[in-house]
């Protein structure tokens, strides 16, 4: 019994541990990894480094052609995109009304202050 008593603590740690540390960290990576293998031609993306550009070409999921500029066109590695800006079958105006109608009572507080 005392050993279960001196083995508590550390498992409680490491429960707490896994919900706000381990948890949290695998879903990102997933979501990361699922939106790697769903970049498209088209696709506004920014890679770890800062540059923004469009997707010109995918090379089996490995090697992306993003033009960053008018006739630069440079090869990034699919694991070094951070963020998809923009997809490019989704029409803007739609999307960004979907997302204010589905904001949470915090963000409609705070757009409610900005307007004022």
Do not use: C, Y
């Not at 707490?16 to 949290?24: A, K, N, Q, T």
């Not at 695998?26 to 993306?45: P, S, T």
């Amino acid at each position: 019994m005392e050993q279960l008593g001196g083995l508590l603590p550390l498992i409680l740690i490491f429960v707490v541990f896994w919900f706000l540390l381990i948890r949290p960290q695998q879903r990102k990576i997933k979501l990361h990894r699922e939106m790697i293998n769903n970049l498209k031609r088209g696709d506004k993306i920014v890679t770890s480094g800062g540059i923004i550009g469009t997707i010109s070409k995918v090379e089996d999921n490995k090697e992306l052609l993003v033009q960053i500029s008018e006739n630069v066109t440079v090869n990034v590695a699919s694991g070094m995109v951070s963020e998809l800006i923009q997809k490019k079958d989704l029409p803007s105006n739609n999307n960004q009304d979907q997302i204010k109608k589905s904001g949470s009572i915090l963000s409609s507080l705070f757009e409610k202050k900005n307007k004022s």
